[in-house]
Each structure stands twice: as structure tokens, then as C-alpha cells.
């Protein structure tokens, strides 16, 4: 895993507030999940995704503590930099913006789908989604984040 930071201990917020799943278009503007875990000792590492090429760098993080991992990506397009960041991880948090459509810096549930073997997740959260997903929340396999939702470890 790359190293970030300082090798000393620090203590990793017990708190972590994710952006909004809905589309940059909604009213809303609350977080959508919060992820509670706390740690004396952490290892915060960044992979870069891919999401344009102004108002970088744009990165996923990798964050083990306690012998657990959390990822998070925001948004990118399929990059393979994403299996490393978050195999066997406990928790991905991961963007899927579309159900089946590709589009320049976002990344689709269907390519996501197609890679979940190789990444190999205890647990998917899917966030950053359109209508297009939004709409389809009823068929999804994978716990999808919302305005509220609270994950503890």
C-alpha cells in the first residue's frame, strides 16, 4: 500500500461524511452516509482515478485502521487503479452514476458489476447516482447510500 503522511499514530475522525448519492442536479444538499470508526492507529493511502483533466488530482482512498479497511472513490470512469484500492476491503464506497450507460468520468453500475470478483468486497455501497440508478433501486444487489444511512464498524 503507498504510504501517506506521518509513520505516528493519529487518531482517524470517528466520523467520515460522504458527499450526497443523488445527481450534481438535486436540491439536496445533506450527507448521504456516515461511516463511524474509530482508531489509535491508521493508514490512509491515495490511487488515482480518473475524472477529467482540470481540478485534479482526483484520487480513491484506501483507510485501514483496527485491522479493517474502508475505500472511497468519487467520481471516475473505470480505472484499474480501483482493484487495488479496494480489494477484500471491508467497505467500498463507489461511485455508480448510470446503470448499463458509459460516460467520460463516471462510472456505470454494469462495468462495476462486471470487476466486483477481482475487487472482491465485504460490503458495496453505491453512491453518486442519477436518476437513471435512483430508479432502479429496487433491483440493485448492493446496499446503496441515502440521506441518513449510517454504517458502523
Request: hydrophobic share 40%; glycine share 6%; proline share 8%.
Amino acid at each position: 500500500m503507498p504510504a501517506l503522511g506521518s509513520s505516528t499514530p493519529a487518531m482517524l475522525s470517528s466520523v467520515v461524511v460522504l458527499p450526497a448519492p443523488l445527481a450534481p442536479s438535486s436540491a439536496t444538499t445533506s450527507p448521504a452516509c456516515t461511516v463511524r470508526l474509530t482508531s489509535r492507529t491508521t493508514g490512509v493511502a491515495p490511487y488515482p482515478v480518473v475524472h477529467g483533466e482540470s481540478g485534479g488530482p482526483f484520487l480513491a482512498y484506501r483507510i485501514e485502521a483496527e485491522g479493517r479497511t474502508i475505500t472511497y472513490s468519487a467520481d471516475t470512469e473505470w480505472t484499474d487503479t480501483l482493484v487495488p484500492a479496494a480489494r477484500n476491503a471491508d467497505l467500498f464506497i463507489c461511485e455508480a452514476y448510470y446503470y448499463d450507460r458509459v460516460v467520460k468520468n463516471h462510472l456505470d453500475f454494469k462495468t462495476l458489476e462486471k470487476h466486483l470478483p477481482e475487487i472482491a468486497p465485504k460490503k458495496l455501497v453505491l453512491t453518486h447516482m442519477s436518476d437513471d440508478m435512483l430508479g432502479r433501486l429496487d433491483q440493485l444487489p448492493h446496499t446503496t447510500a441515502r440521506d441518513g444511512l449510517v454504517i458502523e464498524f
